[in-house]
């Protein structure tokens, strides 16, 4: 199976800050790579999905980028709302999830 | 408005069989561009794909369990079926179906994604 590594697992950041999470594949994905952030007690929501498509409704502070093995999640001028748990899927080949990566408040 | 709903037994015993019901609505399940998830998430870990399946009954499943899981569907239902067996302790976590979307980039493929999730149901393992 293919394995997702995110980094950071956590990372403290303030309201304003440019925030960047880090998701590697075991392997080549092309850009079968999506985003997820997930609040506590709550469903996780589709960010971004092929690596680079923002989901319709989601602010654009949120970007992302990459391809082949490395890939990344921007979030812009952090705002409260963004405190989360975020997680990078690839639906390349059985499908897996990188293991989070928590933003917490500064 | 497209939601899903996951049902199941809260507490089952080791060596059980669970049956998960995920009902959706606003969509249907033979939309040749839709499927539906099965994913899961201990508590405090990370989230797990289990199994999906698609329109045409295309299904799959995770490596890890794939001779512990079955999913199938019943589209005059609108429902998904999923089916753990030999449950564990390990297997407490919540259980969520999502609608899965699929993008087409031409010449390139699909590129599927989860945009609408259930809120989840929990299964606790325990004798």
């Known amino acids: 199976d293919i394995q997702m590594t995110q980094s950071p697992s956590s990372l403290s950041a303030s309201v304003g800050d440019t925030v960047t999470i880090t998701c590697r594949a075991s392997q080549s994905i092309s850009s079968y790579l999506n985003w997820y952030q997930q609040k506590v007690g709550e469903a996780p929501k589709v960010l971004v999905y092929?690596?680079?498509s923002l989901q319709r409704g989601v602010p654009s502070r949120f970007s992302g980028s990459g391809s082949g093995t490395d890939f990344t999640l921007t979030i812009s001028t952090l705002q409260p709302e963004d405190f989360a748990t975020y997680f990078c899927?690839?639906?390349?080949?059985?499908?897996?999830f990188g293991q989070g990566t928590t933003v917490d408040i500064k | 408005q497209v939601t899903l709903k996951e049902s199941g037994p809260v507490l089952v015993k080791p060596t059980e069989t669970v049956t998960l019901t995920c009902t959706v609505s606003g969509f249907s399940l033979s939309n040749p561009l839709m499927g539906v998830s099965w994913i899961r998430q201990p508590p405090g870990k990370a989230l797990e794909w289990l199994a999906h399946?698609?329109?045409?009954?295309?299904?799959s499943y995770s490596t890890s369990l794939k001779s512990r899981l079955t999913i199938s569907k019943d589209t005059s239902k609108s429902q998904v079926v999923l089916t753990v067996t030999d449950m564990d302790p390990v297997d407490t976590a919540t259980y969520f179906c999502?609608?899965?979307?699929?993008?087409?980039?031409?010449?390139?493929?699909?590129?599927?994604?989860?945009?609408?999730w259930g809120t989840g149901t929990t299964v606790t393992v325990s004798s």
């Open positions: 999502a609608r899965i979307r699929a993008h087409i980039v031409v010449p390139t493929g699909y590129y599927y994604y989860m945009d609408v």
């Open positions: 399946i698609f329109s045409n009954d295309e299904r």
């Open positions: 092929a690596a680079s």
């Open positions: 899927q690839q639906t390349y080949s059985m499908w897996t």
